[in-house]
T-cell receptor, first 116, second 111 residues
């Protein structure tokens, strides 16, 4: 079964440092997403990406966040200057284009970010 | 933007019984609604999708209904098992390709 792969599984960083979270979406998928989940809270949308550009982004996705698809396989989330409140599990997801118009998301296992 | 409520934060039921979880949304009715399962420390896993013109969808012991008048979906697990214990999330497409998730209901099936 095809998988979405995320690295690292856990990253600990100091406040103010830059962090890059990496994702390898399923190879024939065309839509890519980042979500985050603060411990004990709900899964929150950050950004969607299609055709090498951002499709939608939430209020959470401010100037300190950026996404990139540097090559044909990786999809990265960069947090420029981490804050304590960025501590969360970050999930990457991908979906294919469905002819019927209904997109189903396949999620990775997540990257846990701890900001000290 | 869409707001989603799920009936309760936690639900405990006895093994063998039917679990019923509720998802309510506030704004426009989406073209389809999805249910996902999330285990602790893991990403959500897709279970079922139901379209606005479908009243009911089944997959093995799972059944989903969708009432666009009530702006509600019900998710049933029949003959529940301890392995069904997890958090169940409903999700809607909000705008564009943005999927919004509900807060989830943590189901515990007691042996």
């Amino acid at each position: 079964e095809p998988e979405v792969t995320q690295t690292p599984s856990h990253q600990v960083t100091q406040m103010g440092q830059e962090v890059i979270l990496r994702c390898v979406p399923i190879s024939n998928h065309l839509y890519f997403y980042w979500y985050r989940q603060i411990l004990g809270q709900k899964v929150e949308f950050l950004v969607s990406f299609y055709n090498n550009e951002i499709s939608e982004k939430s209020e959470i996705f401010d100037d300190q966040f950026s996404v990139e698809r540097p090559d044909g396989s990786n999809f990265t989330l960069k947090i420029r200057s981490t804050k304590l409140e960025d501590s969360a599990m970050y999930f990457c997801a991908s979906s294919p284009i469905q002819m019927s118009g209904a997109n189903v998301l396949t999620f990775g296992a997540g990257s846990r970010l701890t900001v000290l | 933007s869409q707001k989603i409520e799920q009936n309760s934060e936690a639900l405990n039921i006895q093994e063998g019984k039917t679990a019923t979880l509720t998802c309510n949304y506030t704004n426009y009715s989406p073209a389809y609604l999805q249910w996902y399962r999330q285990d602790p420390g893991r990403g959500p896993v897709f279970l079922l999708l139901i379209r606005e013109n479908e009243k009911e969808k089944r997959k093995e012991r799972l059944k989903v209904t969708f009432d666009t008048t009530l702006k509600q979906s019900l998710f049933h697990i029949t003959a529940s098992q301890p392995a069904d214990s997890a958090t169940y999330l409903c999700a809607l497409e909000d705008y564009g390709q943005n999927f919004v998730f509900g807060p989830g209901t943590r189901l515990s099936v007691l042996p």
